[in-house]
C-alpha cells in the first residue's frame, strides 16, 4: 500500500520551567478491515494535538493507506479535523496520526467567578451549549442532588475536583463494558464505564450545578514514572473542563489534575463532538476495525 497525506506543523517550544513538561511521541493507528473491496469512503480524523499555553505541538502528521487526498480544517469546536475520502476499490483502510508534543501542567491563572456570577445573563448566554445537557451526558436529579451535597459550600473553582471525586468514587474502570453510545446515566446506574463515560458524567453534573463544561479528548502516558525512551501502550483518553472566569481541567477517571502525561486532541459537548476517527462507505459489511495507540517519552 501506498502512503499519502502528511499534515506537519512545527512550532517554536514555548517556554517551560525545568523538569515541569514531557516531551512525547504519540502514534495513534487504526486498521479497518471489510468483507470485500469498498466502492467508496468518507472520512474524518480528528488526530491532531492543539497548540496551548500548557502544551506545544512540534510536529504531527496524518498517513493514510490506500493512497488519499486530504484536507485539514479547523470544526466549530476548534479541533483540527483531516478529511479524506477514497474512491478506488479497497478492503483495508489504515490511518496513522504521529505527533511529537510537550506537555505540562496548566500553570495559567484567572480571575474566579462565585456561583452568582456564574448564573449570571452574561455567563448563560456565552456558554449555553456547555451548560445544557445532551443525549449522552444528561444525569438525573437524584444524582445532581447528592453530587451538590459533596459539593456542599465550596467556591466553583473546587467544585470541579470535588465532583470528579464523587463521580470516580461512584464509577469503576473497566474496559470494554461499555460502548461509544452508552449514555451517562446508563454507566453510572451500572457503575462501571471506561474514561468516556466517567467524564459524561462528570460533564453532565458540572453543568447541572452550574458551571460551563466541556468533554477533551486526548490521550494518556500510562505510567507517572515513565521512563525515557521506553514505548508503552498508552491510551485514548478523556477528561473534563469547567468554566469559572477561566478553564480548569481535571481527570475524572484518575483522580488527578491534567499534567506532563496528558495530550489534548480536541473538545466539544461529548464525545459526538470529538471522535478521533469517523466515516461513512459504500460497499461489502465492516468486519470490525483495530486501533493502537503507542506513547514514547522523549525527554
Not at 502512503?3 to 525545568?18: F, G, K, L, S
Not at 448564573?119 to 438525573?140: K, N, S
Not at 451538590?148 to 469503576?172: N, Q, T, Y
Not at 458540572?206 to 525515557?228: K, N, Q
Request: net charge negative.
Amino acid at each position: 500500500m501506498t502512503q499519502t497525506q502528511t499534515q506537519t506543523q512545527t512550532q517554536t517550544p514555548a517556554a517551560r520551567t525545568p523538569g515541569s513538561r514531557w516531551r512525547l511521541q504519540i502514534v495513534h493507528r487504526t486498521r479497518f478491515s471489510y468483507s470485500g473491496p469498498v466502492r467508496s469512503s468518507y472520512n474524518e480524523a480528528r488526530l491532531t494535538p492543539e497548540n496551548s499555553p500548557r502544551q506545544t505541538t512540534l510536529r504531527s502528521r496524518v498517513e493514510i493507506e490506500p493512497a488519499a487526498t486530504a484536507y485539514a480544517y479547523r470544526d466549530y469546536w476548534g479541533s483540527t479535523v483531516t478529511a479524506f475520502d477514497l474512491h478506488t476499490p479497497h478492503a483495508e483502510l489504515v490511518v496513522t496520526g504521529t505527533s511529537t508534543v510537550e506537555a505540562g501542567p496548566d500553570l495559567a491563572a484567572h480571575d474566579r467567578l462565585g456561583w452568582s456570577a456564574l448564573a449570571g445573563r452574561e455567563v448563560r448566554e456565552q456558554f449555553g451549549e456547555l451548560l445544557g445537557p445532551t443525549a449522552l451526558t444528561a444525569i438525573d436529579d437524584d444524582v445532581v442532588a447528592a453530587a451538590r451535597e459533596a459539593v456542599g459550600d465550596a467556591i466553583p473553582h473546587d467544585a470541579g475536583p470535588l465532583v470528579c471525586a464523587f463521580v470516580h468514587d461512584h464509577m469503576e474502570y473497566l474496559s470494554g463494558s461499555t460502548n461509544v453510545k452508552t449514555n451517562a446515566m446508563q454507566a453510572w446506574t451500572r457503575g462501571l464505564g471506561v474514561c468516556q463515560d466517567i467524564t459524561h458524567v462528570a460533564v453532565g453534573i458540572l453543568r447541572a450545578l452550574g458551571l460551563p463544561a466541556r468533554y477533551v479528548s486526548g490521550y494518556l502516558h500510562p505510567r507517572p514514572d515513565g521512563e525515557i525512551g521506553d514505548t508503552v501502550t498508552g491510551e485514548s483518553h478523556a477528561w473534563v473542563e469547567w468554566w469559572d472566569g477561566g478553564w480548569n481541567g481535571f481527570d475524572p477517571t484518575n483522580s488527578v489534575p491534567i499534567g506532563n502525561r496528558h495530550v489534548t486532541l480536541g473538545r466539544g459537548r461529548d464525545y459526538g463532538d470529538v471522535p478521533p476517527f469517523k466515516g461513512l462507505f459504500s460497499g461489502p459489511s465492516s468486519e470490525g476495525h483495530a486501533v493502537t495507540v503507542e506513547v514514547t517519552r522523549l525527554a
